[in-house]
């Protein structure tokens, strides 16, 4: 028992002691950043770009671009170059730090309509999830989630026109105020791809377009060719 | 190619890991059961991100704790005079059969606790991310990482020991307390992980509605009808056994 844990110690400190730094790695994710006002990145500065980028605009002001910083199991983190982040859990806001107040935490109590996969998300699924915001009086934030609508719709990127899976969720806050979120799922991969969502009933609505999934399915269209 | 790298690495880590003994590593972190070395001082960051693969982590309720044995020398000795006050308190009390057993309860709760000196460091990876003053590097000694999931309760600690109430959105301090009927007292102390501990008032005449958050502790001191006499630093005392205690 003993010869196992230092063994496992033994495994654990090498592995600390090789890992690269993440100062490192931010320094390669500058080069990446762009300046966060009315961006519009081209389809061929896009596809030169190593590190993937987020189209965000907070309410009617000016859409910025996010970087990926990071990426596991559905956790998507995105960085702005003023540093403000936003997490995406399987596409739904998760975090935002950078923003007054910060989102900490959200749980649902059941799983995330949008944790599936896009065929098995239906009208009529409603789950809950909690949230607790830097402020302690926004601890414990109930948010009531219902899916309401899936139909079929088109978006034009880079004057393209993609077929879409739009599925409408409504949202109860605590102040009994509700608002209509909207994910546009890629019908051909299943992705999620663009967003207006609102996390709480005291923040802004986020328009977000993962567009460089866009730009990565124009480049599988463009390589396959023509369809016949 | 890439797998090449890594293995040989691996190798090369692993012997230079051999020939270290344990009591030389300048850093080691415990999280959950099992201990990290790091050879040189690592930024916060680089510890959250290698010890915590969990994606639900609560990180406002997370924190990192110093072992440094002098640190918990100072704080056993602490802890086994509480023990002892307490303790003549429950002989003292011993015609009054209830306060004796929950006397008893606090005292063995007491006794249970983990105790360890919490570093003053919020732990938020976002944050160190693209802060530099929230991703220092940790100083040379052993750590204790305490990340997990979301506490949905708030606590009252005080005779009889500690009761947990469900934490209810912008609920102020004073209604949990109200609710553990059997406590009261003016003011009382409240314990956040992240932030210092504060006094704040709870009763009809003084108090606020100031919401607080979930995973809360509130210390409702004992009376001075029980304490001021013979033991006027035992409520001084256990808290700051609460500022150092551990979450189960």
């Known amino acids: 028992m003993i010869k196992r844990n230092l063994l496992m110690m033994a495994l654990l400190i090498a592995v600390s002691a090789c890992s690269s730094t993440i100062e490192s790695y931010k320094q390669t994710l500058k080069i990446a950043l ?98 607790d915001w830097s402020s302690s009086k926004l601890n414990s934030y109930v948010i009531e989630h ?35 979120n ?47 | 190619m890439s797998k090449w790298i890594v ?8 012997k230079l890991a051999a020939q270290q003994p344990v009591s030389e590593i300048p850093v080691l972190v415990q999280y959950q059961q099992q201990w990290q070395g790091y050879f040189e001082r690592p930024r916060i960051q680089t510890v959250l991100a290698q010890q915590v693969k969990l994606t639900n982590v609560h990180w406002p309720s997370a924190r990192l704790y110093s072992l440094e044995p002098e640190a918990l020398a100072d704080l056993e000795q ?9 303790r003549l308190l429950i002989i003292a009390a011993a015609k009054e059969p209830q306060l004796a057993m929950q006397l008893q309860e606090t005292r063995q709760q007491i006794a249970r606790w983990q105790l360890a000196k919490p570093v003053a460091l919020e732990l938020n990876p976002n944050l160190a991310l693209v802060r530099q003053q929230h991703n220092p590097k940790l100083s040379k000694g052993q750590y204790l990482l305490v990340a997990g999931k979301r506490v949905s309760t708030v606590s009252v600690f005080g005779l009889g020991g500690e009761r947990f109430f469900m934490h209810e959105q912008q609920r102020p301090a004073y209604a949990y307390v109200q609710q553990a009927t059997e406590l009261y007292s003016d003011t009382v102390w409240l314990f956040s992980a992240q932030k ?53």
């Open chain 2, 196 to 248: 210092p501990a504060r006094e704040i008032p709870v009763a009809a005449w003084n108090r606020t509605e100031t919401a607080i958050a979930t995973g809360t502790l509130l210390f409702v001191p004992l009376t001075d009808a029980l304490v001021e006499q013979d033991f006027p630093e035992l409520n001084q005392q256990i808290k700051t056994l609460l500022v150092h205690r551990v979450p189960s």
């Open chain 2, 78 to 86: 602490t802890r086994s005079q509480v023990l002892e006050q307490l």
């Open chain 2, 7 to 14: 293995l040989t690495l691996t190798v090369f880590c692993l």
């Open chain 1, 34 to 131: 762009v300046p966060a006002a009315d961006v519009e990145v081209s389809l061929a500065d896009l596809r030169e770009r190593t590190v993937p980028l987020l189209y965000l605009r907070p309410n009617d002001r000016g859409r910025a671009a996010l970087a990926l910083v990071a990426a596991t199991e559905g956790v998507a983190q995105w960085i702005s170059a003023d540093n403000r982040i936003v997490e995406l859990t399987h596409g739904r806001i998760s975090k935002l730090q950078g923003f007054k107040p910060h989102l900490d935490f959200i749980q649902f109590s059941t799983p995330d309509p949008l944790s599936l996969p896009v065929a098995k998300i239906r009208a009529g699924l409603t789950s809950r999830s909690i949230q």
């Open chain 1, 182 to 228: 909207q994910f546009w799922f890629d019908a051909n991969s299943g992705q999620l791809v663009q967003s207006i969502q609102k996390p709480s009933h005291f923040s802004a609505q986020f328009e977000l377009i993962e567009i460089s999934k866009i730009a990565q399915q124009i480049q599988v269209i463009t390589t396959a060719g023509p369809q016949a």
């Open chain 1, 146 to 180: 219902e899916v309401i609508a899936k139909s079929p719709t088109t978006l034009t990127f880079f004057e393209q026109q993609f077929a879409m899976v739009l599925v409408q969720e409504m949202v109860t806050f605590p102040d009994g105020s509700s608002f209509i």
